[in-house]
């Protein structure tokens, strides 16, 4: 078992900044690949971002390449998304989760959510 703990969401003003964490605990948090997702009112849920374990691999969705990115820190069991030049159209609920394989796009791979935190972006 993983349990995965996400922080750092809240309300910015378009053009701000936030950076999310999200504290692993439980399995080795070395050995798995993570991913940061997200899903705003009436949309399916969509990946942002995801992580080999060893963090040598990197995805960022389109939409936020250049302005979002994804790091961990396998000695603190933690994984990161700094986002930067927010845009309303990036509030949702964001969440972390972990894969015990390779680095994937799909969530539905992934065996292990976080309860997720919300990121506001006002206009």
């Known amino acids: 078992q993983v349990q995965l703990v996400e922080s750092g969401g809240g309300l910015v003003q378009a053009g701000g900044s936030l950076r999310l964490s999200c504290a692993a605990s439980?399995?080795?948090?070395?050995?798995?690949?993570m991913g940061w997702f997200r899903q705003a009112p009436g949309k399916e849920r969509e990946v942002v971002a995801a992580i080999s374990a060893g963090g040598g691999s990197i995805y960022s969705a389109d939409s936020v390449k250049g302005r979002f990115t994804i790091s961990r820190d396998n000695a603190k069991n933690t994984v990161y998304l700094q986002m930067n030049s927010l845009k309303p159209e990036d509030t949702a609920v964001y969440y972390c989760?972990?894969?015990?394989?390779?680095?994937?796009?799909?969530?539905?791979?992934?065996?292990?959510w976080g309860q997720g935190t919300q990121v506001t972006v006002s206009s």
């Open positions: 989760a972990a894969h015990d394989g390779g680095m994937d796009r799909d969530p539905d791979v992934y065996e292990y």
């Open positions: 439980g399995r080795t948090f070395s050995a798995y690949a």
